[in-house]
């Protein structure tokens, strides 16, 4: 039997355009799962983004009011707004086309997260599973869900380090009684306590001579840092493997100037109160008063405006709820809450010098600095806890330490 090669040629090409076409259409699959893979991932991260960013917002507001409507209302709006953002038309386009299943619950403890359980502190966001998305490049399929969910809340204790702080120091001892949140006794102080937080000319002080608990942030040294740390200018973090720097002097003036842009009467020295707003609530009680042993005396009249006094200011009005989120008409929501270090004065400091640092108190301005003449004395209440920035260490000391808000991983959900 004989063969003509001039036939092989022709046979070949067929079967080369049936292997080519065979292959093209692999790669033409392959392609498309990559491409739609891709788009897939890419919104699934664009979804996660802005859910994060509602979980966060949902829990500063409930950390503020400790109230779940307001919470869940701003998680809602931040949710609405980052979708309005350009490159994420895609999502609002299908969200609006297919609707919306936002839920956000509230829970006391993170692990177990318990939706609905008493007085929450964490929030979850989640955006269920209707808001599709089309395939691109070629059909894989139809539409693929796209679903997210953040758990936000506050952070163990700032122990390791916390950053805004005020420029005055507690002098504490190295103990704590506490279970859980609650202390009786945290570095000597307990939640609820008047303090006097800077001493006058006249009175003794902790510290040494010379000193009337005011310190030294970041070597900025004089009046006119103490005038701007009052304020709220410093945004450097402290740890507690430093020590403090005391700034020795009564400083009176700077303190007023300084402090009182809090509740809207300070300013001068060159400080720009529309930086250094006033607190959205400003009202006070009655004058307290130092005895002979430098200790807060509430006055005589019982007309205290007190923490709590705040967190109702805060949460109502005569027309009702104000949202806190917003802080609504002039002023800035909690200038009056200050993040402070406690030291360890048990040996005295003459002067300018160091002091060892236990941790970190939450205190909360309770009137105006009242300048007369040498005297003007700054009071404070200590609180269970406020929110501030800084680090935390794996094993966290408890008790009324700032906190900060951050996100956590959803422990009951693969889309955290």
Request: include cysteine.
């Amino acid at each position: 039997m004989s063969i003509h090669t001039s036939q092989l040629p022709h046979r070949q090409k067929g079967v080369i355009v049936v292997a080519t076409t065979v292959a093209m259409l692999a790669l033409l699959l392959v392609a498309g799962y990559a491409f739609n893979s891709g788009h897939l991932l890419l919104n699934k991260t664009r979804l996660q983004n802005i859910v994060d960013a509602a979980a966060l917002s949902a829990a500063k507001v409930l950390d503020q009011s400790h109230d779940t409507a307001l919470a869940q209302q701003a998680g809602f709006n931040t949710l609405l707004v980052n979708l309005a953002e350009a490159g994420y038309e895609e999502l609002a386009e299908s969200i609006d086309s297919n609707g919306i299943s936002f839920s956000a619950q509230f829970s006391n403890t993170l692990v177990p997260f318990v939706p609905g359980s008493l007085d929450p502190r964490f929030v979850r966001i989640s955006l269920a599973s209707n808001a599709p998305l089309d395939d691109i490049f070629i059909s894989m399929g139809g539409q693929k869900a796209v679903n997210a969910s953040a758990i936000s809340g506050p952070s163990p204790p700032l122990v390791g380090s916390a950053c805004d702080l005020a420029p005055m120091m507690a002098c504490g001892e190295n103990t704590l009684d506490c279970n859980g949140d609650t202390c009786t006794n945290y570095y000597g102080y307990t939640p609820g306590q008047y303090v006097v937080m800077k001493y006058a000319a006249g009175d003794s002080s902790e510290v040494g001579p010379g000193n009337f608990q005011l310190i030294r942030l970041d070597d900025g040294q004089g009046g006119a840092a103490v005038r701007e740390n009052m304020a709220g200018g410093f945004e450097s973090c402290v740890t507690t493997s430093d020590t403090i720097e005391t700034e020795p002097g009564n400083t009176v003036g700077p303190v007023v100037q300084g402090l009182n842009t809090r509740f809207g009467t300070g300013g001068g020295g060159g400080l720009d109160t529309t930086i250094y707003q006033a607190d959205y609530v400003t009202d006070y009680g009655t004058t307290f008063t130092t005895n002979d042993a430098g200790e807060a005396i509430p006055p005589a009249d019982g007309n205290v405006f007190d923490y709590s006094d705040y967190q109702t200011a805060y949460g109502q009005d005569q027309d009702g709820v104000i949202p806190n989120a917003v802080c609504p008409g002039d002023g800035r929501c909690h200038r009056r809450m200050l993040t402070i270090p406690i030291g360890n004065c048990s040996s005295t400091t003459n002067g300018q010098g160091s002091v060892p640092l236990y941790g970190f108190a939450c205190l909360y301005l309770l009137q105006p600095v009242n300048q007369q003449g040498n005297q003007a004395q700054v009071y404070g209440q200590f609180v269970q806890g406020c929110t501030s920035y800084g680090s935390f260490s794996q094993s966290p000391t408890t008790g009324p330490a700032p906190t900060r808000i951050i996100l956590y991983k959803d422990p009951d959900s693969e889309d955290s």
